[in-house]
């Protein structure tokens, strides 16, 4: 990736998270300061461990639903990149009211702290949950559907804050709508882990994983560097890009059953026994979109968006590390 961004500081809110963290590494790597606010609420020190005795980076241990924290964490910052959040559709219908709090307020901190501190761009991690009810495929920007869960709310709502501090104070946002991302550091443990860490953990220890439904739901897996990618591409985008929101994905989809077979088949190779493993099937889980498939044409398009690895190649990668670190 022969792109240009090297001696800013930039602030990575969420950074000792599985996204964030990447980040943080890729961007020292770019020979940069980065600023890393996190509180640990789902972050893990251990994914900071490589990067923590390095003297251009800074972390501060704090809340995005604390505004001084915030403020602290922007002074005389270029950048900043908001990751932090509560995920997981799971978890905001159990608990809305603090996946409100966080997506929603620390978002609303975060924006003002940046506006404050002058900084020049405000990239943020959005979702392709806000689609929502939306049946057209593939997704594309413009044409989004009824949230389907307090996550998704509070996904949306963000895009409409972003535009709103655009348009009300100058401040330039992007949006990038995360699809299904995975990759190395993903955590595989816990009741909201994402689905490819624990069915790799669980294949793994030769346990059968549990698919929601008959398997024919389908994704737009997106690996970590594809991700790594449009977040550095949207901090140097030409100012003609800003101030709008971008599917980031890989453009294509594949059913879980599709998943499942790749993974068996790739883990296969590590311990043969695992191709033999039973596959589970339970009931559908309420607030799951059935289909999701972007259309990455306008990031391609306006910031020069090329994801170079398709769900088998990030697959590959992925369980290399897995098996090395699990």
């Known amino acids: 990736m022969n792109i240009n961004l090297s001696q800013k500081?930039?602030?990575?809110?969420?950074?000792?998270?599985?996204?964030?963290?990447?980040?943080?590494?890729?961007?020292?790597k770019r020979n940069n300061k980065v600023i890393c606010l996190d509180n640990f609420s789902t972050g893990k020190r251990e994914n900071l461990s490589t990067i923590i005795n390095n003297t251009n980076f800074t972390l501060i241990e704090g809340d995005i639903r604390n505004l001084e924290d915030c403020l602290k964490a922007s002074k005389e910052v270029d950048y900043v990149l908001h990751q932090?959040?509560?995920?997981?559709?799971?978890?905001?219908?159990?608990?809305?009211?603090?996946?409100?709090?966080?997506?929603?307020?620390?978002?609303l901190n975060m924006?003002?702290?940046?506006?404050?501190?002058?900084?020049?761009?405000?990239?943020?991690?959005?979702?392709?949950?806000?689609y929502g009810d939306s049946e057209s495929l593939p997704k594309v920007e413009d044409v989004i559907g009824?949230?389907?869960s307090p996550y998704a709310i509070t996904k949306y709502v963000n895009e409409l804050y972003a535009d709103v501090f655009s348009k009300t104070y100058g401040l330039e946002t992007v949006g990038l709508r995360y699809f299904n991302v995975f990759g190395r550091k993903q955590d595989p443990n816990g009741a909201y882990a994402a689905v490819i860490p624990k069915f790799v953990s669980q294949l793994m220890n030769l346990e059968s994983p549990t698919i929601y439904g008959?398997?024919?739901?389908?994704?737009?897996?997106?690996?970590?560097?594809?991700?790594?990618?449009?977040?550095?591409?949207?901090?140097?985008?030409?100012?003609?890009?800003?101030?709008?929101?971008?599917?980031?994905?890989?453009?294509?989809?594949?059913?879980?059953?599709?998943?499942?077979?790749?993974?068996?088949?790739?883990?296969?190779?590590?311990?043969?026994?695992?191709?033999d493993v039973e596959i589970i099937y339970g009931s559908k889980r309420q607030g799951d979109i059935p289909h999701s498939h972007a259309c990455i044409n306008k990031a391609k398009e306006l910031l020069k968006y090329n994801p170079q690895f398709s769900l088998q190649k990030g697959l590959k990668e992925a369980i290399k590390w897995y098996w090395g670190n699990l």
Do not use: H, W
């Not at 997981?88 to 159990?94: D, F, G, L, T």
């Open 9 to 28: 500081r930039i602030l990575i809110t969420g950074g000792a998270g599985f996204i964030g963290s990447n980040l943080c590494e890729e961007l020292l």
């Open 84 to 107: 932090a959040a509560l995920g997981s559709v799971p978890r905001s219908i159990k608990d809305p009211i603090t996946t409100n709090d966080v997506n929603i307020n620390g978002f």
């Open 111 to 130: 924006l003002l702290a940046s506006r404050d501190s002058g900084v020049k761009r405000f990239v943020y991690a959005a979702s392709s949950s806000t």
């Open 146 to 148: 009824k949230p389907l």
């Open 214 to 275: 008959d398997g024919n739901y389908s994704r737009d897996f997106t690996y970590i560097d594809n991700v790594i990618q449009a977040n550095i591409l949207s901090l140097v985008a030409d100012v003609r890009a800003v101030n709008t929101v971008y599917n980031v994905a890989y453009g294509d989809r594949n059913t879980l059953n599709d998943l499942m077979s790749y993974l068996k088949e790739y883990l296969s190779e590590y311990n043969p026994k695992i191709k």
